[in-house]
């Protein structure tokens, strides 16, 4: 799953709780805004970039 997070504040995103189907959970806290989370179930986080504007 892919997750872009776009915010004009400076601040981090303090957490981002992802529900899966399955029923699992996964929890990412401390994030930058304005990047694209490439999140996995079970794992978590795999892939942080910066969100190209086009």
Same mark, same amino acid.
């Given at each position: 799953? !892919? $997750?872009? !997070?776009?915010? !004009? /504040?400076?601040?981090? $995103? ?7 189907? /399955?029923?699992?959970? *996964?929890?990412?806290? *401390?994030?930058?805004? *304005?990047?694209?989370?490439? $999140? ?5 986080? $795999? ?8």
């Amino acid at each position: 799953m !892919s $997750i872009h !997070s776009r915010s !004009s /504040s400076t601040f981090p $995103i303090e957490r981002v709780e992802v529900r899966w189907p /399955s029923g699992a959970v *996964d929890v990412l806290r *401390d994030q930058s805004a *304005d990047r694209l989370l490439t $999140i996995e179930e079970g794992v978590g986080l $795999i892939a942080s970039e910066p969100f190209l504007k086009e």
